[in-house]
């Protein structure tokens, strides 16, 4: 098991920033693709950032060039920098990570989920 640990979510003016982290622990095999999605009420979970270990990078286009995903692979931390942000980018934000138990075989973790509040 993987247990994902989320921090930094909480309440913003519209054009402020926050910075979310989350990080990996227990039984970590090989960590590839980790990243953010987001859930607003009443509407589906969408894909917000992803990163490789490459790294390459993966951004939805509503917050392409306002939000900048990376990576601490010694610390198994992923971190969404979140910049000029927008009442619209409400929501849930949960981490999301593929352990690599052996070639082909991985398994998701997700992450408990940290609200972010953009107030206008």
């Known amino acids: 098991q993987v247990q994902l640990v989320e921090s930094g979510g909480g309440l913003v003016q519209a054009g402020g920033s926050l910075r979310l982290s989350c990080a990996a622990s227990?039984?970590?095999?090989?960590?590839?693709?980790m990243g953010w999605y987001r859930q607003a009420p009443g509407k589906q979970r969408e894909l917000v950032a992803t990163?490789?270990?490459?790294?390459?990078?993966n951004y939805a286009d509503s917050v392409k060039g306002r939000f900048s995903i990376s990576r601490d692979n010694a610390k198994n931390t992923v971190i969404l920098q979140m910049n000029s942000l927008k009442p619209e980018d409400t929501a849930v934000y949960y981490c999301?990570?593929?352990?690599?138990?052996?070639?082909?075989?991985?398994?998701?973790?997700w992450g408990q989920g940290t609200q972010v509040t953009v107030s206008s």
């Open positions: 999301n990570v593929q352990n690599t138990i052996k070639p082909g075989y991985k398994v998701d973790y």
């Open positions: 227990g039984s970590i095999f090989s960590l590839n693709a």
């Open positions: 990163i490789t270990r490459g790294p390459m990078t």
